[in-house]
């Protein structure tokens, strides 16, 4: 397992941007999928994005399809979560989460490793 931190939630504007930051503990960063999950309150935790350990393959929710793009860059040991057009049902916490070898499920049951989570508010 590693640890992740997640960093860059806030609060902003309907169609305003916002970059999340996943950054990893460890030297075996490469070899992990990750995803972003987030969760509003008094709703289940929702699947936003996965990229795979290869970084080959890539998904998304559909809800956030087409506004939101994950990246990674293994010299940093960092996963990125760029959210464009934000509207306020996109507030929620925000979760990282990784799996060794994961080729980019969304479903969080298969991910082993996760952040703390961090607040993203999109007034109207």
């Known amino acids: 397992q590693v640890q992740l931190a997640e960093s860059g939630g806030g609060l902003v504007q309907a169609g305003d941007s916002l970059r999340l930051s996943c950054a990893a503990s460890?030297?075996?960063?490469?070899?992990?999928?990750m995803a972003w999950f987030r969760q509003a309150p008094g709703k289940e935790r929702e699947f936003a994005a996965a990229?795979?350990?290869?970084?080959?393959?890539?998904g998304y929710g559909d809800s956030v399809k087409g506004r939101f793009t994950i990246s990674r860059d293994n010299a940093k040991n960092t996963v990125y979560l760029q959210m464009n057009s934000l509207k306020p049902e996109d507030t929620a916490v925000y979760y990282c989460?990784?799996?060794?070898?994961?080729?980019?499920?969304?479903?969080?049951?298969?991910?082993?490793?996760w952040g703390q989570g961090t607040q993203v508010t999109v007034s109207s």
């Open positions: 989460a990784a799996r060794r070898y994961s080729i980019g499920s969304r479903y969080a049951n298969d991910y082993d490793s």
């Open positions: 460890g030297r075996t960063f490469s070899t992990y999928g």
């Open positions: 990229i795979s350990w290869r970084g080959i393959n890539i």
